[in-house]
């Protein structure tokens, strides 16, 4: 097995949240509940997916606010939070509460274009400003300002008995170096490094100079790095989904090869008007995921990354992949749990 170029840094994991319409608790507290047992294994991150009309978790922010008062050291992230459906005033206030109540541990990940479905939702969503909506970089421009501490109005101070401030309140330090940008093309890498954003890159990106998704890739990772200001120390977190299968059950290893056998087809050409790459799902032992991860020319480029869950396994499931993944895979890969954890 080829030698990693450094060691693997930062160790996370992403999952979607999936709850039944009829008992929707439960997929919540279950979601909990893998935030916390991440936090027991050492795991330096945990990221919530966004869905909107779905059966998945719609408000990542008020559910990672739950986590920040049941854990006390692992980061909590979004990937991403679609910005077309956001208010980005009303969202920075959302953020940075959160952000407090975690003791800086928030790690807000966001992306923008307009809603899926938008001719559907847009009605529902914007009555009233529905064709006259930005779903530019802009969008995201104000947003940054606005956690960042940038006057929101031209107007404070005293009132009667009210105290107003110009900025977005509570105002979280340090959480505008901790905003990352969801991005799979070279603009939108290009983008995110001009304004020293973080950089979240998935297991999608689109083809635009190769059909090979890791050489795509490593080319959305070295444009993002040229334009940030910090160069090569710019943050980078890759996202690939993972499943090691070290301790599952026969059952569970049968299920996982048939989950990536059936959206493999999909990761041999480009798919769509937006000729998106996928990644193919790495399913097997840690050390043949390790292997195959070496091989990988973006992961060779990043020392960060929150490995993605399936969609649609068990809360069983969840705890096995994870736990492979903490005391096999990480180390597997030069990773060291926090002296910290429990």
Known sequence: MPLPSQPLRKLGFLTIGLFDEADPRKGHESTLEIIQLGERLGFDSAWLRHRHLQYGISSP???????SQRTTRIEV???????GWENPL?????????????????????SVGPPMHYDQVKQALYPDTADAED??????????DFVRGKPATDFSGVE??????????????????????GGGSLRSAQWAGEHAMNFLTSSVVKAEESEDFAEVQLSHVRTFRAHHPDGDRARVSQGLVVIPTDSASPEQRAKYEAYAEKRLPRTATPQGPARLMFAPDLVGTSAEIA??????AAFREIDEVAFALPFTFEHD??????TDIATRLGPALGWQASAQHA
């Open 291 to 296: 292997e195959r991860l070496y091989a990988h």
């Open 135 to 144: 779903f530019g970089y802009d969008r995201v421009a104000r947003l940054l």
């Open 61 to 67: 922010v008020a559910v990672l606010a739950a986590a």
């Open 317 to 322: 499931d969840y705890v096995q992949i994870l």
């Open 160 to 181: 009667g008995f009210e105290v107003f401030s110009d900025r977005v309140q509570p105002h979280a330090p340090g959480l505008g170096r901790r905003l990352w940008y």
């Open 90 to 110: 009303r969202l920075a206030e959302d953020l940075a509460t959160v952000d407090i109540l975690s003791g800086g541990r928030l790690n807000p990940g966001i």
């Open 77 to 83: 992230g979004t990937a991403v939070i679609p910005l």
